[in-house]
T-cell receptor
Framework: KAGVTQTPRYLIKTRGQQVTLSCSPI?????VSWYQQTPGQGLQFLFE???????NKGNFPGRFSGRQFSNSRSEMNVSTLELGDSALYLC????????????FGEGSRLTVL | DAKTTQPTSMDCAEGRAANLPCNHS???????VYWYRQIHSQGPQYIIH???NNETNEMASLIITEDRKSSTLILPHATLRDTAVYYC????????????????FGQGTILTVHP
């Protein structure tokens, strides 16, 4: 069974640009969560989607947005990039609403110059 | 979600048991204890979780105190590949058994397993 797939794995952008990251959850999983990891702040929750609806949102500015498609794939977008947005962005999938472990992808490492 | 406190770092000799403590003194009745680990530059990996009873799986054992205010993750025979950051997390479970995909990570414990 394939794991959580995130693309691209690495990317470099400049300040002011925007970026879109993609996440394909494990087949059959319907919930996708996004996290940002930086050396200073650690792992922080961005948002969660289930059945194309945002269920939960972390404390991030509106420049960070996401969406989920009918096939459960998810994308997140960061507009007007700042240097501080350099981070590892992790996606995790969950089978549904029931308790269970989150399965994380390898992440997309974004560098903003 | 309840806050957790973990030691910043720990060392363990290869082949010995690694016992990682976690304090969660404000845990609520509907919160589970979860453990994840993150090996450098990889996504976090689920290890184990529990509510109030001790749990064991192929990776580790989880011991939760009777008052549920603390827990210990035990890696019975640590190997060099167990070197990672270990996160103890408490997670709300709703009345119907449902939960969100939001985990609140602390700084974790850096476990170093040496030969």
């Amino acid at each position: 069974k394939a794991g959580v797939t995130q693309t691209p794995r690495y990317l470099i952008k400049t300040r002011g640009q925007q970026v879109t990251l993609s996440c394909s959850p494990i087949s059959g999983h319907r919930s996708v969560s996004w996290y940002q990891q930086t050396p200073g702040q650690g792992l922080q929750f961005l948002f969660e989607y289930f059945s194309e609806t945002q269920r939960n949102k972390g404390n991030f500015p509106g420049r960070f947005s996401g969406r989920q498609f009918s096939n459960s794939r998810s994308e997140m977008n960061v507009s007007t990039l700042e240097l501080g947005d350099s981070a590892l962005y992790l996606c995790a999938s969950l089978p549904g609403l029931l308790t269970g472990e989150l399965f994380f992808g390898e992440g997309s490492r974004l560098t903003v110059l | 979600d309840a806050k957790t406190t973990q030691p910043t770092s720990m060392d363990c000799a290869e082949g010995r048991a690694a016992n990682l403590p976690c304090n969660h003194s404000t845990i609520s009745g509907n919160e589970y204890v979860y453990w994840y680990r993150q090996i450098h530059s990889q996504g976090p990996q689920y290890i184990i979780h529990g509510l109030k009873n001790n749990e064991t799986n192929e990776m580790a054992s989880l011991i939760i105190t009777e008052d549920r205010k603390s827990s210990t993750l035990i890696l019975p025979h640590a190997t060099l590949r167990d070197t990672a950051v270990y996160y103890c997390i408490v997670r709300v479970v709703n009345a119907g058994g449902t939960s969100y995909g939001k985990l609140t990570f602390g700084q974790g414990t850096i476990l170093t397993v040496h030969p």
